[in-house]
T-cell receptor, first 112, second 112 residues
Framework: KQEVTQIPAALSVPEGENLVLNCSFT??????LQWFRQDPGKGLTSLLLIQSSQREQTSGRLNASLDKSSGRSTLYIAASQPGDSATYLC???????????FGPGTRLSVLP | NAGVTQTPKFQVLKTGQSMTLQCAQDMNHEYMSWYRQDPGMGLRLIHYSVGAGITDQGEVPNGYNVSRSTTEDFPLRLLSAAPSQTSVYFC???????????FGSGTRLTVV
């Protein structure tokens, strides 16, 4: 059974810092991995999707990497801003299933 | 605006009551799914559907029922509400089940 964990559970940083969020998964037979953002009381917004054959994806100040063999992904946020404050969720889809397995999330606070 | 619409946004039920959470999408997506989100546990799959007339169980299906009579709608029924079903419920849809997920804004359910 696939399990996804995220470290740290919560993170508070001053504005302008570069930061890394970590995601680990136990079964490397994944189809893709996605990072989502969730604002309080809101739904999920997809940030980046990495195919199993890819090593990284970039969108603006966000960069996500994938090391499938070791079961790890990182989300790098450059020059953090207070507007980046949210919960970040990592989720994988296995090669044999069309359903997400989510991690518990990292709650990020960027202080002005 | 195209997307996934969930109703109601908030609901309080008494133990033993039944209710239906509504989910509708206007993107002609074949794949729809229901997740619940509990503190510290991420989102967990309840039920999913790969097309009208086809449904299957996810990780935590007990106490919930679904049907898919049309492509657009995928309601989730709570048969006899229990306090353990207090959670935030998200509906999602996708064209293929692997990419391009759209999530609804969620239904916050409290069972007392």
């Amino acid at each position: 059974k696939q399990e996804v964990t995220q470290i740290p559970a919560a993170l508070s940083v001053p504005e302008g810092e570069n930061l890394v969020l970590n995601c680990s998964f136990t079964d490397s037979a994944i189809y893709n991995l996605q990072w989502f953002r969730q604002d309080p009381g809101k739904g999920l917004t997809s940030l980046l999707l990495i195919q199993s054959s890819q090593r990284e994806q970039t969108s603006g100040r966000l960069n996500a990497s994938l090391d499938k063999s070791s079961g790890r992904s990182t989300l790098y946020i450059a020059a953090s801003q207070p507007g980046d404050s949210a919960t970040y969720l990592c989720a994988v889809i296995g090669v044999y299933g069309q359903n997400f397995v989510f991690g518990p999330g990292t709650r990020l606070s960027v202080l002005p | 605006n195209a997307g996934v619409t969930q109703t109601p946004k908030f609901q309080v039920l008494k133990t033993g009551q039944s209710m239906t959470l509504q989910c509708a999408q206007d993107m002609n997506h074949e794949y729809m799914s229901w997740y619940r989100q509990d503190p510290g546990m991420g989102l967990r799959l309840i039920h999913y559907s790969v097309g009208a007339g086809i449904t299957d169980q996810g990780e935590v299906p007990n106490g919930y029922n679904v049907s898919r009579s049309t492509t657009e709608d995928f309601p989730l029924r709570l048969l006899s509400a229990a306090p353990s079903q207090t959670s935030v419920y998200f509906c999602a849809s996708s064209e293929t089940g692997y990419y391009g997920y759209t999530f609804g804004s969620g239904t916050r359910l409290t069972v007392v």
